[in-house]
């Protein structure tokens, strides 16, 4: 529910008397004698109104008015006026002011306009929030490709968990592309534009880790010229990202756990504690808590980090993805190559479904930009356990699906009439597909 309330206005008796009547009635108030001041707090997407005096020292409520509306042009901003000022705010009304108040004014006038114009922010901010998720949909559907179902579910999965302070652990197989998903965590949230620092637990020597994790002041120990700022601190604001977590020395799992508890930190060779604000992100293959009952993982960081938890599927359990991943990723090796790249033909596409693609996503990445070098077709040894005749046949169904759609630029009847399917059953092959037709209208 929208109730903050500015009170800008440079008489004192005024700002105590509004402050008391609205704080009776539910509102949260802040109070400021100058213009200049309310400015420099204003938030982004502020939820609320600004009920500013129209005459006082510095910017008028005019001036301030005009530099609200370049910030943010559906603020409601109502002003105060004496009697000799009705006729200005009657036209600064006309300029975007949400109402004028005549002083003295009543307790009841007050609210009954206050509330008003909370109602219209409230809308305003509704639907832009409605916007930036259907932006930030369309965004995530782009970097986080495929539309089998276990996609749609990660994705929906990820803007939800964007949004929220919490740690996640991301388990998945080497090559899904758990860095991916923890940048989408990273970039679709409010930590976006802060650092997001990467860390491999297993790239790093059990003797150097803890120098790297905390940083060290210089002469902590031999060879440690200079003060170097470790990942923990370089990440405040941000997010770490720890891959391969399960490869942290036990060691190192104590002060890590420390740090999430006390977000407080001491550098090697230093006595001082530093605070930091950061989101952590780890990344595993096996599952921790076994590794916890295993003896090979503290099971209280376990527990810490997981407190949400997202499954990347191996490519080979969404078999339907495989024909726009290897597209994709064909196409950005032949733009950073300078080379040209053909479409898949039954044959090629027919050894990418059967393969079981082992390393994932990063494998078919590897297989594309070979083909595109010329090194070979797209193609891998059919294992005895290939996937069923069933599976195939929908992957290779959807892949015809995007192609028509993809060619027509989502224009369904040239869809229909292509591939000669009635109206009824072409909704439900997308449906079951996961494919839209504004998905296809931005190559327009």
């Given at each position: 529910?929208?109730?903050?309330?500015?009170?800008?206005?440079?008489?004192?008796?005024?700002?105590?008397?509004?402050?008391?009547?609205?704080?009776?009635?539910?509102?949260?108030?802040?109070?400021?004698?100058?213009?200049?001041?309310?400015?420099a707090h204003l938030p982004k997407n502020f939820p609320g109104v600004?009920?500013?005096?129209?005459?006082?020292?510095?910017?008028?409520?005019?001036?301030?008015?005009?530099?609200?509306?370049?910030?943010d042009p559906d603020l409601p901003?109502?002003?105060?006026?004496?009697?000799?000022?009705?006729?200005?705010?009657?036209?600064?009304?006309?300029?975007?002011?949400?109402?004028f108040l005549e002083k003295p004014f009543s307790p009841d006038t007050l609210l009954s306009s206050?509330?008003?114009?909370?109602?219209?922010?409230?809308?305003?901010?509704?639907?832009?929030?409605?916007?930036?998720?259907?932006?930030?949909?369309?965004?995530?559907?782009?970097?986080?490709?495929?539309?089998?179902?276990?996609?749609?579910?990660?994705?929906?999965?990820?803007?939800?968990?964007?949004?929220?302070p919490v740690n996640v652990l991301i388990r998945g197989e080497t090559g899904s592309g758990k860095e991916l998903v923890a940048r989408c965590l990273h970039d679709f949230g409010p930590r976006a534009g802060k650092?997001?620092?990467?860390?491999?637990?297993?790239?790093?020597?059990?003797?150097?880790?803890?120098?790297?994790?905390?940083g060290h002041e210089s002469g902590a120990f031999t060879g440690a010229q200079g003060k170097r700022i470790g990942k923990l601190e370089y990440a405040d604001g941000g997010t770490l990202f720890l891959d391969e977590i399960e490869s942290m020395p036990l060691a190192q799992q104590v002060k890590l756990l420390r740090v999430l508890q006390e977000q407080k930190l001491e550098r090697l060779g230093a006595n001082q504690s530093i605070k930091v604000d950061l989101r952590v992100i780890a990344a595993t293959k096996p599952d921790l808590l076994e590794e916890a009952r295993a003896g090979r993982f503290r099971e209280d960081l376990?527990?810490?980090?997981?407190?949400?938890?997202?499954?990347?599927?191996?490519?080979?359990?969404?078999?339907?993805?495989?024909?726009?991943?290897?597209?994709?990723?064909a196409r950005a090796a032949a733009e950073r190559l300078g080379r040209s790249v053909a479409p898949l033909?039954?044959?090629?596409?027919?050894?990418?479904?059967?393969?079981?693609?082992?390393?994932?996503?990063?494998?078919?990445?590897?297989?594309?930009?070979?083909?595109v070098l010329g090194l070979g077709e797209p193609q891998a040894d059919v294992l005895e356990a290939g996937p069923s005749l069933a599976a195939q046949q929908e992957a290779f169904e959807a892949q015809c699906l995007r192609a028509a759609l993809t060619r027509h630029k989502g224009e369904i009847k040239a869809v229909l009439n292509e591939l000669q399917l009635p109206r009824r059953t072409l909704n439900e092959k997308?449906?079951?597909?996961?494919?839209?037709?504004?998905?296809?209208?931005?190559?327009e």
């Open positions: 529910m929208l109730n903050s309330v500015m009170v800008v206005d440079d008489e004192a008796s005024i700002r105590s008397a509004v402050e008391q009547w609205l704080s009776l009635s539910g509102f949260s108030v802040q109070l400021f004698s100058r213009g200049e001041d309310c400015l600004i009920l500013s005096d129209v005459r006082m020292p510095g910017i008028s409520g005019l001036e301030l008015l005009t530099q609200v509306q370049r910030l901003i109502i002003l105060l006026t004496g009697h000799g000022d009705v006729p200005m705010a009657v036209e600064a009304m006309r300029d975007g002011a949400y109402d206050l509330r008003r114009a909370l109602d219209k922010r409230r809308l305003v901010l509704e639907n832009r929030h409605l916007h930036q998720q259907a932006d930030s949909r369309a965004k995530l559907d782009a970097t986080l490709l495929g539309a089998s179902r276990a996609l749609q579910t990660l994705r929906r999965q990820v803007l939800d968990l964007a949004a929220l650092p997001f620092v990467a860390l491999n637990c297993a790239a790093i020597p059990e003797q150097l880790f803890e120098a790297e994790l905390f376990a527990y810490r980090l997981t407190v949400a938890e997202l499954r990347l599927p191996p490519l080979r359990e969404r078999r339907e993805d495989i024909p726009q991943l290897y597209e994709h990723f033909n039954g044959p090629q596409l027919s050894r990418l479904l059967s393969h079981d693609w082992p390393g994932n996503v990063r494998e078919l990445a590897n297989a594309a930009e070979r083909q997308m449906q079951r597909h996961g494919l839209t037709r504004e998905m296809f209208l931005k190559d």
